[in-house]
């Protein structure tokens, strides 16, 4: 069965940086773009920033951009974000996703795989 393995996630210091990355297990997938989405309680998951393989195109939420950097390699199915300068209201559980045919990649129902999550806290 497919699943999607994230790691990287902790506790850092407003201003600091953490990378996450996921990579793809138990089987072959033909991805389209993979991305990554967080989670506050009590909110909607949101998208954060995807990567389009064909054209290596990538995405960023507005407030994202410019802090974090969303990387991979399409013939490993992985990917990483880069995320600096991190601030309190970065704090979300992060979730790896891939995609699998064309579509806005930008959104939480393009995409058919999810990793379970992996928890980002910045202090302030």
């Known amino acids: 069965q497919v699943q999607l393995i994230e790691s990287g996630g902790g506790v850092v210091q407003a201003g600091g940086s953490l990378l996450l990355s996921c990579a793809v297990s138990?089987?072959?997938?033909?991805?389209?773009?993979m991305g990554w989405f967080r989670q506050t309680p009590g909110k909607d998951r949101e998208f954060v920033a995807a990567?389009?393989?064909?054209?290596?195109?990538?995405r960023y939420a507005d407030s994202v951009m410019g802090r974090f950097t969303v990387s991979g390699e399409r013939s490993e199915n992985t990917v990483a974000l880069k995320m600096d300068d991190l601030r309190p209201e970065d704090t979300a559980v992060y979730y790896c996703?891939?995609?699998?045919?064309?579509?806005?990649?930008?959104?939480?129902?393009?995409?058919?795989?999810w990793g379970q999550g992996t928890q980002v806290t910045v202090a302030g």
């Open positions: 996703a891939a995609g699998v045919r064309p579509g806005v990649w930008s959104t939480e129902r393009f995409y058919n795989y």
């Open positions: 138990g089987g072959t997938l033909a991805t389209y773009a």
């Open positions: 990567i389009r393989w064909s054209v290596r195109e990538t």
